[in-house]
């Protein structure tokens, strides 16, 4: 098992990656505050791939680098 760690720690560590976190601490608007790091990868289909690695825990995905204005997304 990983340790948790804040949300802050995760994005110093793993700069420009998508990250699975095993969610520990969600604030009110449900933005994960810390979690267990499960994978980790520069690309989005690999962290994909590790969701069978959460063991039925919640989870959530984060991309730690900065998203360009041009580029649009879907939650």
Same mark, same amino acid.
């Given at each position: &098992? @990983? ?15 998508? $990250?699975?976190?095993? =969610? ?5 608007? &449900?933005? !994960?505050? /810390?979690?267990?790091?499960? /994978?980790? @990868? ?5 962290? =994909?791939?590790?969701?069978? @690695? ?8 984060? =991309?730690?680098? @900065? $998203?360009?204005?041009? !580029? /649009? =997304?879907?939650?």
């Amino acid at each position: &098992m @990983s340790a948790v760690l804040t949300i802050e720690q995760i994005r110093q560590q793993y700069v420009d990656e998508w $990250i699975l976190i095993a =969610y520990t601490h969600l604030d009110e608007e &449900m933005n !994960v505050l /810390a979690g267990e790091v499960l /994978a980790h @990868s520069k690309q989005r289909d690999e962290v =994909y791939e590790a969701f069978d @690695s959460r063991l039925g825990r919640a989870v959530a995905v984060e =991309y730690t680098g @900065s $998203i360009p204005e041009d !580029v /649009a =997304y879907l939650l």
